[in-house]
């Protein structure tokens, strides 16, 4: 118990009312001096998860970090407290202690729906759609009947493949409120549209009178709307749903393109000469598979193959690279790669890098010998990976670039990947993208294997029978059969990924040929694409 730490709750709430004040007032020493005083008291917890917030806006990520695991207690039957805790970890990347924070809350006897929905909510988020439904479902005993608790309900049901349910829950939601605008863009995109079964006149009906829908909202429905009329087969009308859907989701956000190529050349001089081999031969638990390559290049396709595997449990997109390598330079900021980072990455220490990222994922392997981490992003952090992970397979997937550039174009994202919504900015994007594997190809010989998704799709058995082979492991019969997997699919993919492996996806450009030229001559600029294929 800290020395001094008032014990009387009139004490310390006025302490911690102080505290407040002057956190408010942005005096982050005298906020600071009040939190620590109450490590002890009866409001320790609430002061541990203060002074974390205070530590990461004071660049000390390490301490943050440190504070609020501090803060676990076994014994704590607080509801809000736990959702509060739980809350914190997973803001700073420990998600095994906030899914057992999740795990005592679903243990105790909570009266409180709008905690319960809450901590469906941090679930949801955290691609655990099985566990929310549980916390959802009693909040709803509870009676909770918000719009919210329908649409994560709604969700969590689709991720887990119960579409109908899904649907249900979606539709109950926009009974609520007819304006969730994330509702209609996961009811477009929970299965393939059809003449008896679409939602065009709706979506149309609410852009036409929604003069009171938020800006973030517009680019959701235009986005749905593009994509029911694409199923239905109407490109023009669909297109200019999409052309005005990217418009106005690139004019809400903070994108600098030049801020971007800085950071690319940086990775670019990072390693200019060879990495280490990779490591074979026995190793101390298992092993990731880190998949890589831009979004709806194919890679949850490919962890719905190898999940198929006895010996590979497909564990989805983990933060946790990234999030280690900050805790290593300890430096706080934002769930991507900076140049802030970038400059601390050749001085860090990458032994202990790479035992801290085991330490907070081998826990997902449940028993197997490998697990995946299909971050698509991780492809920026080839080379800290390969330091501090000689074991790990690396696999990146490769998919024709106007194929790939529409894919995103056409996929209504969250903030992570601006450049997505402008042709230029999109083709640009890709450029250097591929610049930088070819980089890490030269400086990581043999330990990058490029996967067609084309391949995947047309000779599955045969693409499949390589990469294990690269992985070490033997084919097994019914890997390909991914229609036949039940595990929750959590991506932009949850839908196709559900149905055999098909080809659907190749050439899906040319429908829109005539109206991605931008793209199609910036490809061409950048050396990615031949006139006669733009042609």
């Not at 700073?92 to 009266?111: H, I, K, N």
């Not at 019969?477 to 990924?497: D, H, K, L, N, Y």
Request: glycine share 10%; aromatic share 6%; with cysteine.
């Amino acid at each position: 118990m800290r020395t001094g730490a008032p014990q009387d709750p009139a004490v310390a709430l006025a302490a911690w009312k102080k505290a407040e004040e002057l956190l408010r007032g942005a005096d982050l020493a005298g906020a600071r001096t009040c939190y620590e005083s109450l490590i002890g008291g009866p409001l320790a917890i609430p002061a541990r998860l203060r002074l974390s917030v205070i530590q990461v806006r004071e660049g000390d990520l390490r301490a943050a970090t440190a504070g609020v695991l501090a803060a676990l207690d076994p014994g704590t039957r607080e509801p809000e407290l736990i959702e509060s805790l739980a809350s914190r970890l997973l803001a700073l990347g420990e998600s095994e202690a906030f899914l057992r924070c999740a795990g005592v809350l679903a243990r105790l006897d909570c009266q409180s729906a709008s905690v319960l929905t809450g901590m469906g909510r941090l679930l949801v988020g955290a691609s655990r759609p099985a566990e929310a439904l549980g916390l959802l479902r009693r909040a709803q005993s509870l009676g909770d009947d918000s719009p919210t608790r329908h649409y994560l309900s709604g969700i969590a049901l689709l991720q887990c493949g119960e579409v109908e349910a899904a649907e249900a829950g979606l539709e109950a939601c926009l009974r609520a409120r007819p304006d969730f605008a994330r509702a209609h863009w996961a009811l477009a995109k929970l299965r393939r549209q059809d003449p008896g079964h679409h939602h065009v006149a709706r979506l149309e009906e609410l852009l036409r009178e929604g003069a009171g829908l938020a800006p973030g909202d517009r680019p959701q429905l235009l986005f749905a709307l593009f994509k029911e009329l694409d199923d239905l087969g109407a490109p023009e009308p669909a297109w200019r749903a999409l052309a005005q859907g990217c418009a106005e989701k690139r004019a809400l956000l903070r994108y600098d393109p030049a801020a971007e190529e800085r950071l690319f050349e940086g990775l670019l001089a990072l390693a200019p000469e060879r990495l280490p081999a990779r490591a074979d031969g026995p190793a101390a638990g298992p092993q990731p598979i880190f998949i890589v390559g831009m979004p709806r290049s194919g890679t949850t396709l490919l962890e719905r193959v190898l999940g198929n595997h006895s010996a590979i449990a497909d564990a989805g997109e983990l933060p946790d690279f990234l999030w280690q390598m900050r805790w290593v330079a300890n430096l706080p900021g934002p769930a991507r790669p900076d140049e802030a980072l970038l400059e601390r990455a050749p001085g860090l220490d990458h032994s202990l890098l790479g035992q801290r990222y085991l330490g907070h994922t081998q826990w997902r392997a449940g028993g197997r010998p490998f697990y995946t981490d299909k971050q698509p992003g991780n492809f920026l952090l080839l080379g800290s990976i390969a330091r501090a992970l000689p074991r790990a397979r690396i696999l990146h997937l490769v998919r024709d670039p106007l194929d790939l550039c529409f894919s995103n174009l056409r996929e209504l994202f969250t903030d992570a990947y601006p450049y997505s919504y402008d042709q230029v900015e999109l083709a640009d994007h890709y450029a250097r993208y591929r610049r930088l594997m070819a980089h890490w190809h030269a400086a990581l010989p043999g330990r990058i294997l490029d996967v067609p998704y084309a391949g995947l799709v047309t000779d599955p058995e045969s693409v499949t029978r390589g990469i294990l082979e690269f992985c070490g492991l033997g084919w097994e019969e019914g890997c390909i059969a991914i229609e036949r997997r039940t595990a929750p699919v959590t991506t932009a993919s949850s839908t196709q990924v559900r149905e055999p492996i098909h080809t659907g996806g190749l050439g899906h450009w040319r429908r829109y040929a005539g109206w991605l030229g931008p793209l199609q001559q910036r490809l061409v600029e950048q050396g990615e694409l031949t006139a006669q294929v733009a042609g």
